[in-house]
């Protein structure tokens, strides 16, 4: 893994280069945001100091959340309650205050690193029998043929693909898609299910769970 310490305290990110570098991870420096930005693509996890020569740590962090999903470790000065929540809602996956433990801080990106991962191999690709649903890609290809989806068709589907083989309730369904359970939003789903078994075409794919919901696979 490969490690941007973004930290103008050449001290400061020596020792965090060293403490990243002995944990087995390849380590780059960008003493300003401006040397940040031009690294992102090359790294898999940020250090990022708030207190930047050239610009504020947070609307870096706001810029790199505009298209990356690198995870970020915020290391700030700052205890101030209101950089922190500020930090966390502009996306930031964690955050030490200084002076930083470097035992801490290699706990904190063993932990950020292990969410990070669960979370693609959540946006993975199923596969039942030859219907293939790529839900980071929200793709479908049945047989060899891309088969276009309306967005609503396409989250019943990841809500069931998500869980192959196993009955997934219709309440379940109904809050995964429309965000609430409700008796209109009830009939909206079996609309939808039924459209969806048209265009897959292998009946029985989407089985009905009697009186309880659905299920992707015989
Ligand atoms: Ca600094």
Not at 178 to 203: E, I, M, Y
Request: net charge neutral; proline share 3%.
């Amino acid at each position: 893994m490969r490690v941007l310490v973004v930290e103008d305290d050449l001290g400061v990110a020596g020792a965090l280069a060293e403490a990243v570098r002995v944990r087995g991870h390849g380590v780059v420096h960008a003493p300003s945001g401006g040397a940040a930005i031009g690294l992102l693509g090359e790294v898999d996890l940020v250090l990022l100091d708030l207190g930047l020569p050239d610009c504020d740590g947070l609307s870096l962090l706001h810029q790199v959340r505009q298209d990356s999903a690198v995870p970020v470790i915020v290391l700030t000065a700052r205890s101030a309650e209101g950089d922190v929540v500020r930090a966390l809602h502009l996306g930031a996956d964690d955050y030490l205050v200084k002076p930083v433990r470097l035992r801490e801080l290699l706990a904190r990106i063993d932990t950020v690193v292990r969410r990070a991962a669960n979370v693609l191999a959540d946006a993975t690709v199923v596969e039942v029998e030859d219907v293939r649903v790529d839900l980071g890609a929200r793709q479908v290809i049945v047989g060899a043929v891309d088969m276009p989806l309306t967005g609503k068709e396409f989250a019943v589907l990841a809500s069931l693909a998500s869980r192959v083989g196993v009955a997934v309730s219709r309440r379940q369904i109904l809050e995964e898609v429309w965000g609430t359970a409700s008796v209109a939003r009830s009939k909206s789903l079996d609309v939808h299910v039924a459209a969806l078994r048209a265009k897959l075409n292998r009946p029985g794919l989407v089985a009905t769970v009697r009186g309880f919901g659905y299920r992707l696979g015989r």
